[in-house]
């Protein structure tokens, strides 16, 4: 049976909505970066899309690291409680995961095509 829509796809819209949700209530200077907002299918893609995709995931891993050294500077400066800084981090990295989680599958099958 083909599997034609990523298990993660439904998931993806909901854990951005959510990091928006807590990237609006985190310190004025703690700007939560947006997810990469394509994920190139690794049955299609050819190797310039894949790898273009790779630097922008990579950039937005970076941007998530930054963006909890801020809340973690904004907590040592009491302007986010511990909680706060607590949640906000918690749903960064999971948005952080379930993206890096989806576009690691489709290297995957874009490199099991092409071996």
Known sequence: MPHDTPPARGLLPALFAAALLFSTCAGAACVLPAPPSHVPDGRSANEQEMLAAEHIFKQYNDDVDEYTKCLEFEGRRNLITFDEQVKYRSAALATLAAVVGHFNEQV????????
């Open 108 to 115: 995957r099958i874009f490199r099991a095509r092409h071996s």
